[in-house]
Structure formats: C-alpha cells, structure tokens
C-alpha cells in the first residue's frame, strides 16, 4: 500500500499534469490565433509591397523615358520636325528608337505628331504616316493643348501601352508632340522576378473598340464593363469567382488557393483606364502556418513536460523533508508545511511561465522573420546570424531562468561582483529583436560600475519593467515609441532608471503595481507576478530598493509622460 505521502504526491501530480494539459490547449489555442493573424498580416504586407513596387516602377519608367526623350530631341530633330522633313528627322531618331527598344523590348511605339494630332513619323513603322487623329485619344489633345507632357495608359490603334506625351518645341513655339508606348507586360515581368506572380489585362469595352488587336472571342470573358485581353488561364477561366468591386479576392484553382489582387491602370487624368489582375499562390503562406503550428506545439508541449518534471522533483524533495520530520512534529504542522511548500512551488511555476513567455516570443518572432525575408530575398547573413544569436540567447536564458528559481528557494546560493552595464547590455541583446519588431526606440545612458549580487536574478527585474513598457507602449498606440536606460551613481548606490513615454500609469493603481497578481493585462497577457518577484528580487535578494512614479520630461524638443522605474542597488565598498 502506498503510504500517505505518496499518494499525496500521485494526486497532486494528476491535478498539475491536468491543469498543464489544458492550459497548453488554451496556449494553442491562443497560438494558433496569433500564427493566423501572423499570416493574414504577412498576406496584406505583401499586397502592398506588390502595390508599392508597382507605382515605383511606373515612376521609374515615366522618369526614365522623360530623360530619353529630352536627350533624342536635340536641336538637329527638332529643326527637322519644324521643316517637316520625315527622312532627316527618321534619321536623326531612329538610332535612339533602336537603342531603347533594345534596353525595353516592350517599348513598341514611337511616334512624332504636328500640331494638329497628325501622324508625321511612326519610328517604329515609317512606313504608316499622315493619318489624322482620332478625337478619342485625349491624351495626345491634351498634350497639345496645355503644351505639358503627360503620362498615362491608353488604348491606341495598334497598341494598349503606358504612354508618355512630350510636347515639342522649336524657339518657344510649339511644333507637334512625340509619344512613347511600352506594354503593360514590362512592369509585370520585373514584378514577376521578385514576388512570382500572374498576370491578366483588362480593358474597358468602350475602349476596346479603338483597338484593332481587338479578337471577338475575348468578350465572352467578361467582368462588368471590362473585357480579358490577355493574360493568364488561371484569372481567366475563374472570373466567376472573382468580385472585381473588391481589391483582393481569393479563388482555388487545381487543388492550389491564390490571391487575386487588383491594380489600376490609369490614363493621364488619373481616370481608370484599364485593370490588371495579379494572382500569387498561398501554398508558401500555408506551409508556414502548419510549420509555426507544429513548432508552438512542440514547445508547449516540451514546456509541459519539463514543468511536469520539476514539479514531481519538487515533490519529491519536499515530501522527503516531510518524511524525516514526521516523528518530530504533529500531524497539522506536517499538513501545514506541506501546503505552504506546494504554494511556494505554484509560485515559482507561476514565474517561470510568465518569464518564459518574453524569450518565446523572441524565439518565434526571430525565426518567422528569417522565414519569411528568405522567400521574399531580402534576408542577409547580419539578419541572419543577428536572429539566430538572439534565438540562441533565448535559449539560454530559458534554461538558465529554471536555475535562477530553482536557486532562489535555496538558502546556500551566493553572490558574485558583475558589471551593472554589462549586464543591461545582454538584456537589451535578447530584448531588441522584439522591441524592433514593434518600432520602439531605445535610448541607452549606463556607465560601468560593479555591485555584488545576482545578475541573472537583476535580468528577470529588467526584462519585466521593459516588457511591461513595450505593452504600454503598444496598447496606448503610441506613434513615436522610446524606451529610456540609464544609470546614475550616488554616494553609495548605483540607480538603474527605465522611462518610457507611454503616458504614465493611472494614479488609481500606480501604488498597487508592486502586488502580487495584481495586473491590468488580460489572462492571457499577463499573471501579476512580474513586478511582484521583482520587487522581491530587488529588496530581499539585491537589498536594495525600487520604486515607480509617472514623470513628464523634453527629449529633443518634444514634451513627454511615461512611467519611471528606479532600481536603487548598493555599490561595492
């Protein structure tokens, strides 16, 4: 038969094991949650990394042909425009058509038009010329008429291009206009180079009617008012799926889920002129989130069984104690000792997971950021090996925090001589791939001084208050986020200050931040127990002091207000 602290012990363990069991569930729950909206932000950053590239290549392209354009136009071809001369101005231009179109093989049209919209040389079919212009090409109109270049999409009658409309002068005297065209495949190819996308043009009907590359075949796909010209199967034969009123609609398409993202094409006035439809498979997107969901699972799980360890440790340890006490003490005292070790012991459990809960974060958020700036080719050896020093550090530190508690219900440990800025600057070496995440500014100020104490035990103290500042700091929404450290020397002490400027703390609670479980997070964001053992740490381990007040203060001209923590710790004599 088992004796009484054996099955003392067996229950307690069932009931821990149950109670971890269905926190990790909670925890993965909550996980899973977060990697979804990990993705989905991943997602929305991309399409507005695909938008922004876009709009940049338009820029390029519009600033890049400008500057080809004015440097073709030199006085010889502009007296030969003035003098109507088609040979001598072919002559003078053709060797600048030739060198563009080979640097662009989607710039397709070249052309020099008179003052009254007509055809005087096509560069790149000299043959075609003196043909009036159609009333409906509004760009070349208005190119002549507010004598302004102008840059847009538009349909002609041989080509839908990006065009660029430079007005022509001859001693002040506006003599005709020359356009250039390049196909819309050209800024599509070099975003196909670096984000893997597909393509399909969309013209307005109205539009389409201009063209002579129009092909009756093509009205039958159809989305409202705009018709498919060309382009990829995938848009093409899904345009029964896809909400052309919304911006990014999602389809499956051969057992594969994609993004439909769409960017307007526009004329010279700003006005829709045509559409492009984008797609990009998710395939990398949902690989990600199962690869994220069985890591977290794998650390909750691990998390669990090395707490489950440590506790059936502990019990053991205590139950021996209680053992060889039995015969010496009655009954009550043995059951009163016995619960006050078990509350000492939820205690320690309690802190651990709220100081692994920083170290996991960096460790996930490091490892998806080298994940996902590997697929889009930006990531470099410094992020590289930056991230993996501070999932390393991490690491480390995880293991170290079960030493660091386990010693801290120990009576023998002892203190050691550190460096007080050595030590906040491996804390900020785990801290900032996180604080980087989340945009915060740290502004450092610390001298070298020794004191004797436990330097692990100080780190939990730092870490608490600067993550309690970021969560403030992220909650407040502020816009400029700054962390401020620094050190000050007294007679007989050292002060570690930490300042942020998330607006301070409600003066209701500010005296109460110090108690145990006292917190003004969620569940799931925080146990109360942080600036509880730091207080603990400071004053019992440390024997020094640590108080918080809100202060106003001026950083570079700007007036803020934020929490200040002063850690007072006494030098070495």
């Not at 080719?377 to 030493?403: A, F, M, P, R, W």
Request: aromatic residues 10%; hydrophobic residues 40%.
């Amino acid at each position: 038969m088992l004796s009484i602290e054996k099955k003392i012990k067996n229950r307690i363990l069932i009931l821990i094991l149950m109670i971890l069991i269905s926190t990790g569930i909670v925890i993965i729950s909550y996980e899973n949650h977060l990697i979804k909206n990990h993705i989905e932000h991943d997602i929305t950053t991309q399409n507005e990394n695909i938008n922004n590239t876009f709009n940049l290549f338009i820029d390029e392209l519009d600033k890049n042909i400008a500057e080809r354009t004015n440097f073709m136009l030199n006085k010889e071809s502009r007296l030969a425009l003035k003098n109507k001369d088609r040979k001598l101005l072919y002559k003078y231009t053709k060797k600048h058509f030739k060198r563009m179109s080979e640097n662009n093989k989607y710039l397709k049209i070249m052309t020099f038009r008179l003052t009254d919209g007509s055809a005087f040389l096509r560069v790149h079919k000299p043959e075609m010329f003196g043909d009036k212009l159609n009333k409906k090409r509004k760009i070349i109109l208005d190119t002549i008429l507010t004598e302004k270049r102008q840059f847009g999409f538009e349909i002609g009658k041989l080509k839908m291009t990006h065009r660029i409309v430079t007005p022509i002068f001859y001693e002040d005297k506006l003599i005709g206009v020359v356009e250039v065209g390049i196909e819309p495949e050209y800024i599509i190819e070099k975003m196909n180079n670096i984000f893997n996308i597909k393509s399909s043009l969309f013209v307005k009907n109205e539009q389409l009617e201009l063209s002579l590359q129009k092909v009756e075949s093509n009205y039958k796909y159809k989305i409202n008012d705009f018709i498919f010209v060309r382009g990829s199967e995938l848009i093409r034969d899904n345009l029964q799926k896809i909400n052309f009123d919304e911006k990014i609609s999602k389809i499956e398409f051969r057992g594969k889920d994609y993004y439909i993202d769409t960017i307007k094409l526009l004329d010279h006035k700003n006005n829709v002129a045509a559409k492009m439809l984008i797609s990009y498979d998710l395939t990398t997107f949902k690989k990600e989130f199962d690869e994220m969901l069985e890591k977290n699972l794998m650390i909750t799980f691990l998390v669990i069984i090395i707490l489950f360890i440590v506790l059936n440790m502990g019990l053991n340890h205590f139950l021996k104690k209680i053992d060889s006490l039995y015969l010496n003490i009655l009954k009550k005292d043995k059951m009163m000792l016995h619960q006050s070790k078990l509350a000492s012991m939820g205690e320690m459990i309690g802190n651990i997971a709220h100081q692994w809960r920083q170290p996991l974060s960096v460790i996930s958020t490091s490892a998806s950021g080298i994940r996902v700036q590997n697929e889009l080719g930006v990531l470099t050896d410094e992020t590289l090996h930056n991230s993996i020093d501070g999932i390393v550090n991490s690491t480390k530190y995880l293991s170290q925090t079960i030493d660091d508690f386990m010693d801290f219900v120990k009576s023998d440990k002892s203190a050691i001589d550190f460096d007080v800025k050595e030590n906040i600057e491996k804390n900020i070496e785990i801290l900032k791939g996180s604080l980087k995440i989340h945009q915060i500014n740290l502004v450092l100020k610390c001298q070298s001084e020794f004191i004797k104490g436990f330097p692990n035990e100080l780190t939990q103290v730092f870490i608490n208050i600067v993550h309690n500042a970021k969560d403030a700091l992220k909650e407040n929404n502020i816009k400029e986020k700054y962390i401020f450290i620094e050190t000050n020397k007294t007679d007989k002490n050292i002060e570690i200050i930490i300042k942020d400027n998330a607006k301070g703390i409600p003066k209701n609670v500010i005296n109460k931040v110090f108690d145990p479980y006292f917190t003004t997070k969620n569940e799931s964001n925080g146990t109360g127990l942080g600036l509880y053992m730091s207080y603990r740490i400071v004053t019992e381990s440390m024997k020094g002091e640590i108080k918080v007040e809100n202060v106003e203060y001026d950083f570079y001209g700007n007036k803020y207000t934020g929490a200040m923590f002063t850690v007072s710790l006494p030098l070495n004599n």
